[in-house]
């Protein structure tokens, strides 16, 4: 049973944009095609190593910043500048991540594999309205369940909690980004949710990130 790693709130990784995350440890490249679809890739370049997430993004393809290869959504390289008369190699490919979005979350398979493997079913938390991702300093998934446990009797199931604040129903998916940090994103399960309820919210996440401890972060989102 895969164990899906949240790595940010869906409205934070726009269209046409590409940042890095960490899954299980390892760099991931994670970018919205123009179309709306995201894409997790390990943040490794076939062809130099150069990192894709510091790459940019044209219609449905990602650009390696470095000698301009493009990458569809597929992850094959499909234009090398230096050679445009030439077809790409089948092996210029890039390594894909499964990637899901549900809860107004990103989640990624931790393991690389096919994008329609159907032996396992993702997480489905229904639509909800994105809160706010806070970066704490702690490594600590299980310690960060407990808290979430212990502050508000939160249901925590692997990297998924569950819970009311104020009588506000809230996901809070818990990525451990490094060694020492620890993300917690955060969304509200009632679409109808105004402007003050997400302000609970938020301010709920930023205080509960000061009782257990700052970070700074430690990849941009
Ligand atoms: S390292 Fe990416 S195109 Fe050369």
């Known amino acids: 049973m895969t164990e899906w790693v949240p790595v940010a709130l869906t409205r934070d990784i726009e269209s046409g944009s590409a940042t890095a995350t960490t899954v299980a440890g390892a760099p991931v490249a994670l970018w919205r095609a123009g179309n709306g679809t995201v894409h997790a ?3 490794r370049c076939p062809h130099r190593g150069m990192r894709l997430s510091l790459g940019f993004v044209r219609g449905d393809r990602l650009i390696c910043l470095y000698h301009g290869w493009q990458f569809d959504a ?3 390289c499909r234009h ?3 050679h445009p008369g030439l077809t790409p190699p089948s092996l210029a490919h890039t390594v894909s991540y499964r990637v899901h979005e549900t809860g107004s979350i990103v989640w990624v398979a ?3 594999g096919e994008l329609d493997a159907s032996d396992d079913a993702p997480l489905d938390l229904g639509t909800a309205v994105p809160a706010c991702s806070v970066w704490i300093e702690s490594d600590r998934l299980d310690g960060l369940g407990r808290a979430l446990v212990a502050e508000a009797g939160f249901d925590v199931s692997g990297t998924v909690a569950v819970g009311e604040i104020h009588g506000v129903p809230v996901i809070a998916a818990i990525q451990i980004v490094t060694a020492r940090q620890t993300a917690l994103h955060t969304a509200v399960r ?3 949710a105004d402007a003050d309820v ?9 205080e509960l990130r000061d009782r257990i401890g700052t970070a700074p972060r430690a990849v941009a989102s």
């Open 41 to 43: 890739w390990a943040d």
């Open 74 to 76: 597929d992850g094959s």
């Open 80 to 82: 090398i500048p230096a």
């Open 110 to 112: 931790p393991v690389p």
């Open 190 to 192: 009632d679409e109808t």
């Open 198 to 206: 997400i302000a609970l919210v938020v301010r709920w996440a930023h």
